[in-house]
Nanobody, 122 residues
Framework: QVQLVESGGGLVQAGGSRRLSCTASGSFDRINEMGWYRQAPGKQRELVVT????????YGDSVKGRFIISRTNAKKNTVFLEMNSLKPEDTASYYC???????????????WGQGTQVTVSS
């Protein structure tokens, strides 16, 4: 199927920056949308940012102006999340997400990475 592998999580001080990456691999013809969600303990998973295949972005309100999504130009199967001006409330597990068109047809699939922990200390 499709695998999403995340990296870049860790401990960072408030006000600092951190960069996450996620690479998609497997049997798909096209990535329709790819991005990041996060979930803090005791809270629901929330949108961080997504990017469509055409490059349109959708940022969650809590990260607008601080986080930036980008991707590799060639295969467009790797996305990066540049997180700036980090706050303790950004502490969460960050999950990579992708919606793809599966190989051999028009079926679409939704996939998640295993998550990478980002902890922001005050």
């Amino acid at each position: 199927q499709v695998q999403l592998v995340e990296s870049g999580g860790g401990l960072v001080q408030a006000g600092g920056s951190r960069r996450l990456s996620c690479t998609a691999s497997g049997s798909f013809d096209r990535i329709n949308e790819m991005g990041w969600y996060r979930q803090a303990p005791g809270k629901q998973r929330e949108l961080v940012v997504t990017m469509t295949g055409g490059g349109a972005t959708n940022y969650g309100d809590s990260v607008k102006g601080r986080f930036i999504i980008s991707r590799t130009n060639a295969k467009k199967n790797t996305v990066f999340l540049e997180m700036n001006s980090l706050k303790p409330e950004d502490t969460a597990s960050y999950y990579c997400y992708a919606e793809v068109t599966l190989s051999g047809g028009d079926s679409r699939g939704h996939f998640w990475g295993q998550g990478t922990q980002v902890t922001v200390s005050s």
